[in-house]
Structure formats: structure tokens, C-alpha cells
């Protein structure tokens, strides 16, 4: 547990429920954990109460419901993928991030978002196009 607190790679909370744990060790009592690692008294009782219980691989754990919660859900997020690998806008050659963002009811940040975490980039051509000038230099 020393080692996880000391770590560089060890994400702040926690490295602060490390500490928790290891001044409770050390025999500490709540009051005096909380006041010097400015956390409530609660939050030691909690921690210590978790791991009595769970175990130490507890202080990694996330509990469910934390977090931002996603604003569209996964339908919504798979018809803009859907219609951005399978269609194309009228009388275009593919989809800008405004386009789609209006065609699907959501914001261009929410479509340039997905487009970056499925690496899709619509405005380049999957296909190596000739010129039609290719042999020109002949002349």
C-alpha cells in the first residue's frame, strides 16, 4: 500500500484512500486522519469500514453511479456512426461535422467527438483516385 501511495502512476483518490488506510494502521483515529489529510470524518470511517470489509484491492474500486452520465445513448451514438459509414448528404460527397450534427438532432462537438474515438474521417477518400491528366507529362 506504501508503494501505491508513493507512485506516480497512482491516481490522487487513490493515493489518498491509501493514506487513510495506512494512518488507521498505524493506529490513528478518525478525527485526527480526517483533520490531517483535510477529508471528513465520513470519508476515513467509510474507507476503513471498506476495506475491513472488502479488502485492500477495494481502494482501486469506482462505485457504480459515479461519474458523468452520457447525454445520447447508444442507439443514438450508432445511427450517427451508422449514417456516416452507410450514407451521404444530398448532391455531396460525404458528411461535415455540422451536417450530420443537424441531420442527427445533436451538437457538431457531439459528432466530431465520435468521429475522433472511432478514427472515421469522412472528408478523405478510401480509395486512391488517378488524374485525369496522368498522361500529360508525355507530351
Same mark, same amino acid.
Given at each position: 500500500?506504501?508503494?501505491?501511495?508513493? $507512485?506516480?502512476?497512482?491516481?490522487?483518490?487513490?493515493?489518498?484512500?491509501?493514506?487513510? +488506510?495506512?494512518?488507521?494502521?498505524?493506529?490513528?483515529?478518525?478525527?485526527?486522519?480526517?483533520?490531517?489529510?483535510?477529508?471528513?470524518? @465520513?470519508?476515513?470511517?467509510?474507507?476503513?469500514?471498506?476495506?475491513?470489509?472488502?479488502? +485492500?484491492?477495494?481502494?482501486? =474500486? +469506482?462505485?457504480?453511479?459515479?461519474?458523468?452520465?452520457?447525454?445520447?445513448?447508444?442507439?443514438?451514438?450508432?445511427? +450517427?456512426?451508422?449514417?456516416?459509414?452507410?450514407?451521404? @448528404?444530398?448532391?455531396? $460527397?460525404?458528411?461535415?461535422?455540422?451536417?450530420?450534427?443537424?441531420?442527427?438532432?445533436?451538437? =457538431? $462537438?457531439?459528432?466530431?467527438?465520435?468521429?475522433?474515438?472511432?478514427?472515421?474521417?469522412?472528408?478523405?477518400?478510401?480509395?486512391?483516385?488517378? $488524374?485525369?491528366?496522368?498522361?500529360?507529362?508525355?507530351?
Amino acid at each position: 500500500m506504501e508503494q501505491w501511495e508513493a $507512485s506516480h502512476g497512482t491516481p490522487q483518490q487513490v493515493a489518498l484512500r491509501c493514506r487513510i +488506510i495506512l494512518r488507521a494502521l498505524a493506529g490513528q483515529d478518525n478525527v485526527a486522519i480526517a483533520a490531517e489529510l483535510e477529508v471528513s470524518r @465520513p470519508t476515513v470511517q467509510l474507507w476503513r469500514k471498506r476495506v475491513r470489509e472488502q479488502g +485492500i484491492g477495494e481502494v482501486w =474500486k +469506482i462505485a457504480p453511479g459515479r461519474g458523468r452520465k452520457p447525454r445520447y445513448d447508444q442507439a443514438t451514438r450508432a445511427a +450517427i456512426l451508422e449514417a456516416t459509414l452507410q450514407s451521404k @448528404p444530398a448532391g455531396m $460527397s460525404h458528411w461535415s461535422c455540422r451536417l450530420m450534427a443537424e441531420a442527427q438532432g445533436v451538437s =457538431k $462537438s457531439t459528432v466530431n467527438r465520435l468521429w475522433q474515438l472511432h478514427n472515421l474521417k469522412p472528408h478523405l477518400s478510401r480509395t486512391f483516385k488517378l $488524374s485525369g491528366m496522368r498522361n500529360s507529362w508525355r507530351s
